[in-house]
């Protein structure tokens, strides 16, 4: 099974600022036949399901802010929030797909 | 609209049984492969199993096996999750979610249902 580790575990970032939360998976998650990692990011606000923002590790999902970007390949990603809104404030989970399905701890993304 | 509506949620004793529904609307149920994935209160996300688009195969996490069975009714555009001897750490709220791309497993997921809420306590 693919253990997926994020950090920080949380931080606090002042409006218009850049956060940023890191993902590593076990063992890669770069399928080598077609040259995709299988990792997505899902932001989480208290009360709501999970909403997927990014997939392929760096493809956004249609009607997400272009604030948010994902990077990285491997086995270390990256989700980037360049400018940070409060509407932002949420827990951020990395999820492999490469195999069953694993989902890191989260990171909770607070305003400063 | 795509939509995904999981019910059947309830407090429930140790040892007992269950059964979550979620109910599919706006895509072609049947082309989709689905997950269950539950989230303890105050904590992150668990995957929980998972069906192919047409039933024939199952996966479940450890943590689960043994004792949940995945299954689905497509001419009900209906998913199921039955839970058997349950436990404390079951205590979750239950999302059904839908793989983004047909007729694959390993996909990332794009749709999720609001959840149901499951309660293992004497």
Redesign the interface.
């Known amino acids: 099974d693919i253990v997926m580790t994020q950090s920080p575990d949380s931080l606090a970032v002042s409006l218009g600022e850049r956060a940023t939360i890191n993902c590593k998976s076990s063992q890669s998650v770069l399928y080598s036949s077609n040259n995709k990692n299988y990792l997505a990011w899902y932001q989480q606000k208290p009360g709501q399901p999970p909403k997927l923002l990014i997939y392929w590790a760096s493809t956004r999902e249609s009607g997400v802010p272009d604030r948010f970007s994902g990077s990285g390949s491997g086995t270390d990603f990256t989700l980037t929030i360049s400018s940070l809104q409060a509407e932002d404030v949420a827990v951020y989970y990395c999820q492999q797909y490469y195999s069953t399905p694993s989902f890191g701890p989260g990171t909770k993304v607070d305003i400063k | 609209e795509v939509q995904l509506v999981e019910s059947g949620g309830v407090v429930v004793q140790p040892g007992g049984s269950l059964r979550l529904s979620c109910a599919a609307s706006g895509f072609t149920f049947d082309d989709y492969a689905m997950?269950w994935?539950r989230q303890a209160p105050g904590k992150?996300?668990?995957?929980v199993s998972?069906i192919s688009w047409d039933g024939g195969s199952t996966?479940y996490?450890?943590s689960v096996k043994g004792r949940f069975t995945i299954s689905r009714d497509n001419s009900k555009n209906s998913l199921y999750l039955q839970m058997n001897s349950l436990r404390a750490e079951d205590t979750a709220l239950y999302?059904c979610a839908k793989v983004?791309a047909t007729r694959l497993y390993?996909?990332?997921?794009?749709v999720?249902?609001?959840?149901t809420t499951v309660t293992v306590s004497s």
Do not use: F, N, P, T
Request: aromatic share 34%.
């Open positions: 997950h994935v992150g996300l668990e995957w998972l996966y996490a450890d999302y983004a390993y996909y990332y997921m794009d999720w249902g609001k959840g």
